[in-house]
T-cell receptor, first 116, second 114 residues
Framework: GAVVSQHPSRVICKSGTSVKIECRSLDFQATTMFWYRQFPKKSLMLMATSNEGSKATYEQGVEKDKFLINHASLTLSTLTVTSAHPEDSSFYIC????????????FGPGTRLTVL | GQQLNQSPQSMFIQEGEDVSMNCTSSSIFNTWLWYKQDPGEGPVLLIA?????ELTSNGRLTAQFGITRKDSFLNISASIPSDVGIYFCAGQMYYGGSQGNLIFGKGTKLSVKP
């Protein structure tokens, strides 16, 4: 149990376009979902935390108008990179946490975004 | 922000050898977690530790939550080629009855000679 999927796994887009990445918890209800960004050979950097039905909480330095997060249901969160630029190219990883227990985070397989 | 010191940064060992890596923090944590990340994939949870002093095993992996709550180690016994990857430690703290964010170490890259 506790499987998290992401779609797409890879995306290449032109500069100036917007890209949506989906994160789904497949076999549990995720009260909280997290979005991370990872640069090559670096650790995961938390971008924002989203709770179902409420606005996301963004980490310092992350532009909320640039990275739109929607957590519309207990199994789906989306991250939209608006007006993407080459510097937005990165590996984006989501994780999901379920209510109760120790609130462990289960990670998705990641999405590789390349902006040309 | 908070950071974890994870060492070593990389290791290159012979198959069959034991491996040890550790994380230290200037702050205390309620939870220590160890993840493994393969290239192009998300992190996969290996071991979760919830009590100071706790020693937990998962197959050939053993991890301990330090008594001071500021450190943790991960051991891999009899390493095999599929152990290659990047291992991350992560600490987590309770704030006001709910879990805080995960704080990740910078990773230990493990390479194994077949």
């Amino acid at each position: 149990g506790a499987v998290v999927s992401q779609h797409p796994s890879r995306v290449i887009c032109k500069s100036g376009t917007s890209v949506k990445i989906e994160c789904r918890s497949l076999d549990f209800q995720a009260t909280t979902m997290f979005w991370y960004r990872q640069f090559p050979k670096k650790s995961l950097m938390l971008m924002a935390t989203s709770n179902e039905g409420s606005k996301a909480t963004y980490e310092q330095g992350v532009e909320k108008d640039k990275f739109l997060i929607n957590h519309a249901s207990l199994t789906l969160s989306t991250l939209t990179v608006t007006s993407a630029h080459p510097e937005d190219s990165s590996f984006y990883i989501c994780s999901a946490s379920r209510a109760g227990g120790y609130n462990e985070q289960f990670f998705g397989p990641g999405t590789r975004l390349t902006v040309l | 922000g908070q950071q974890l010191n994870q060492s070593p940064q990389s290791m290159f060992i012979q198959e069959g050898e034991d491996v040890s890596m550790n994380c230290t923090s200037s702050s205390i944590f309620n939870t220590w977690l160890w993840y493994k990340q393969d290239p192009g994939e998300g992190p996969v949870l290996l071991i979760a530790l919830y009590k100071a002093g706790e020693l937990t095993s998962n197959g050939r992996l053993t991890a301990q939550f330090g008594i001071t709550r500021k450190d943790s180690f991960l051991n891999i016994s009899a390493s095999i080629p599929s152990d290659v990857g990047i291992y991350f430690c992560a600490g987590q703290m309770y704030y006001g009855g709910s879990q805080g964010n995960l704080i990740f170490g910078k990773g230990t890259k493990l390479s194994v000679k077949p």
